[in-house]
């Protein structure tokens, strides 16, 4: 079994609506991540959680929210998706520690806002 | 600031070998990851570099150059499954907690 898995894989839906991607992780990480991919961009962090009561935001928040519900799970809501918000999404997760922080990527959300 | 360049697209032949560079502005750096991804797939870590000098892994093989903001990805022996998109990524902070990727290098491997 994956050790990072996000629900749904693919997702399409209408200007307006809101809509919640999931992340969950066995890996036993303290270290979430929510990152958006477009091409020629590169990845791009939306938020990242530290631990359960640890929430911050990255380079591009604005239009996102998230929720740590357990160490193991944290969710990514658009609010009222809007097309420029069509993008792939991981999530990922990281152990931390002082020897780098290798971060353990999900198999990725591939949203479309029409 | 904060900024990683690394060429968008590369092209190699199978059985060759291929180093993609990746200069970097991070302040307070700590260290110098590489991941692959294939296309629609997630991204993979192959390497993490924090001091200078040159890390081999089999047919993969990463340099760092603090001084000079300079890393670089070899790959030796290309072959067909090789073909991806290759990210470098910059960490800063305690326990590398601020990571910033590159736009990544596609590589086309060509028989």
Known sequence: DADVTQTPRNRITKTGKRIMLECSQTKGHDRMYWYRQDPGLGLRLIYYSFDVKDINKGEISDGYSVSRQAQAKFSLSLESAIPNQTALYFCATSQGGTSGDTQYFGPGTRLTVL | ?111
């Open chain 2, 1 to 111: 600031g904060q900024n990683i360049d690394q060429p968008t697209e590369m092209t190699a032949t199978e059985g060759a070998i291929v180093q993609i560079n990746c200069t970097y502005q991070t302040s307070g750096f700590n260290g110098l990851f590489w991941y692959q991804q294939h296309a629609g797939e997630a991204p993979t870590f192959l390497s993490y570099n924090v001091l200078d000098g040159l890390e081999e892994k089999g047919r993969f093989s990463s340099f760092l150059s603090r001084s000079k903001g300079y890393s670089y990805l070899l790959l030796k022996e290309l072959q067909m499954k090789d073909s991806a998109s290759y990210l470098c990524a910059g960490t800063s902070g305690t326990g590398g907690f601020k990571t910033i990727f590159g736009a990544g290098t596609r590589l086309f491997v060509k028989a």
